[in-house]
């Protein structure tokens, strides 16, 4: 098992900055991936940011590249998502997750709790 907990979360107006971070504990020999999802009030989960977690290869989802970027720290541990420039849609709960090695690709194992970002105009 892995647990995972995130922190950083808070309110800005648009333009500002705020980094993320999402702390691992457990098993965290068996991550191979990681990644930033969120969930905006009345609209469906998705994938901010991945990232392999020995390699550190990343893939963003588009809305978000150029301004997001996210990062880890093995030696702690540690996943981070900076993130730019925001503006009011990035308003969101965000959540740190993990897959396992070996799982489906598809599927992400373990989950924070969330983190709330409110970005006003």
């Known amino acids: 098992q892995v647990q995972l907990v995130e922190s950083g979360g808070g309110s800005v107006q648009a333009g500002n900055s705020l980094r993320l971070s999402c702390g691992a504990s457990?098993?965290?020999?068996?991550?191979?991936?990681m990644a930033w999802f969120r969930q905006a009030p009345g609209k469906e989960r998705e994938v901010v940011a991945q990232?392999?977690?020995?390699?550190?290869?990343?893939i963003y989802e588009d809305s978000v590249k150029g301004r997001f970027t996210v990062d880890r720290d093995r030696a702690k541990n540690t996943l981070y998502l900076q993130m730019n420039n925001l503006k009011p849609e990035d308003t969101a709960v965000y959540y740190c997750?993990?897959?396992?090695?070996?799982?489906?690709?598809?599927?992400?194992?373990?989950w924070g709790q969330g983190t709330q970002v409110t970005v006003s105009s």
């Open positions: 990232i392999i977690w020995r390699l550190g290869s990343t």
């Open positions: 997750a993990a897959r396992r090695r070996g799982a489906i690709p598809t599927i992400y194992n373990w």
């Open positions: 457990g098993y965290t020999s068996d991550i191979h991936t």
